[in-house]
């Protein structure tokens, strides 16, 4: 059974940092791609960063420059590094995977989803 397991979500103040970490269990594909999505209170999920097992990466315009993803294998765990947060981050953070992804930033594309962790940027 595959798991996805958010952590390291906040509270913190604009201009912070927050590092998500997504540990995966019972996820046996050799080719794969994880992603990080987000949610804010009365908006769609959009994707903010995508990863493969190839090590390429995507970013959302709104994470480029200020969000790193980043993965280790021998761990298990996917990453987002998240830099000069704004108000405008606010949101549930989700980690999702699936094993064949065309589009690393499309909701559609995944089949497993963690429970999400809460990021909150006050101004």
């Known amino acids: 059974q595959v798991q996805l397991v958010e952590s390291g979500g906040g509270s913190v103040q604009a201009g912070g940092s927050l590092r998500l970490s997504c540990a995966v269990s019972?996820?046996?594909?050799?080719?794969?791609?994880m992603a990080w999505f987000r949610q804010a209170l009365g908006k769609e999920r959009e994707g903010v960063a995508g990863?493969?097992?190839?090590?390429?990466?995507s970013y959302a315009d709104s994470a480029k420059g200020r969000f790193t993803i980043s993965q280790d294998s021998a761990k298990n765990t996917v990453y987002l590094q998240m830099n000069s947060l704004t108000p405008e981050d606010t949101a549930m953070y989700y980690c999702a995977a699936d094993n064949r992804v065309v589009a690393p930033l499309e909701r559609t594309a995944y089949k497993y989803w963690g429970q999400g962790t809460q990021v909150t940027v006050s101004s």
């Open positions: 990863i493969d097992s190839d090590g390429s990466i």
């Open positions: 019972g996820f046996t594909y050799a080719t794969y791609c």
